[in-house]
């Protein structure tokens, strides 16, 4: 069983379509999508267009969870705008124009998603999780000690969690024999070239697993550009994001 995990697109179309291109290569039997995939970047129609597509076509084969950003989108109103300018304003004004183009089946469509998931293959205990089992806000980052991630995922059935959030791949073995993997970011990469992560998961027949992040490349400066053309306030900063100064 071949399973591909994208997360945090964040509407970058080319960063997505570049990832389902070697996601095709692959041949998963499953997809799961671990959530952010409107915020800050430039065609959140886009993607929640071949997202809604996929779990069309794939069916019970697509799993999606809600991440934090898409929350905000779904719940978002002038208090939350006011919040996100203040503490970090290129997402405030990203999130006060992302709410105004993306069309409302999609917010529905975000709104409607559920936090986590546990999904079972060949016996293998699997949890989906945006940042943390315990929070969609919480950071699973490279170089933290065994004893922080055992608290933070220690209500978890899972064998084997999987999150996203930060952009920066990672994992953990755990010493209670889970294991942990950040997949890392298609859309904003935060690694130091920048390129979109995703996961490659081989489930054998006895539960057994091999994992693989796969780096991608496209052409930040390219999708930088179309954050700049948005034009709002502070866009400039979201769009430096993705390039490497
Ligand atoms: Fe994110």
């Known amino acids: 069983m071949k399973i591909a995990i994208i997360s945090d697109i964040h509407g970058n179309q080319d960063a997505f379509d570049k990832v389902m291109e070697d996601i095709d290569k692959f041949k998963p039997d499953k997809i799961f999508c671990l959530g952010d995939i ?23 084969d697509f799993e999606i969870i809600q991440g934090n950003t898409d929350k905000m989108i779904a719940n978002c109103n002038k208090d939350l705008i006011k919040r996100t300018k ?7 004004y990203s999130l006060e124009e992302d709410v105004k183009i993306t069309k409302q089946e999609y917010i529905d ?22 940042g943390s089992p ?7 980052y490279p170089e933290l000690t ?3 991630i055992l608290e933070m995922t220690q209500n978890s059935k899972a064998d084997l969690i999987l999150c996203g959030h930060t952009h920066i791949p990672c994992g ?10 950040n997949v890392g970011s298609v859309g904003r990469s935060m690694t130091k070239d920048k390129m979109p992560v995703y996961l490659q998961l081989t489930v054998d027949k006895n539960g057994k697993f091999f994992v693989e992040h796969k780096i991608v490349k496209y052409d930040n400066n390219i999708a930088s550009n179309h954050i700049l053309s948005r034009g709002f306030k502070h866009c400039e900063d979201l769009a430096r994001m993705f390039i490497n100064e």
């Open 109 to 130: 469509f975000v709104r409607n998603l559920p936090e986590n998931k546990y999904i079972e293959i060949n016996g293998l205990k699997i949890q989906l999780v945006h």
């Open 86 to 92: 203040e503490a970090f304003p290129c997402m405030g």
């Open 172 to 181: 953990y073995s755990l010493s209670n024999g889970k294991t942990v993997i």
């Open 146 to 148: 065994d004893n922080t």
């Open 38 to 60: 409107i915020l800050a970047g430039y065609n959140p129609n886009y993607i929640c267009k071949k997202i809604t597509e996929l779990k069309e076509s794939m069916k019970e």
């Open 134 to 140: 315990r929070s969609q806000n919480e950071n699973i």
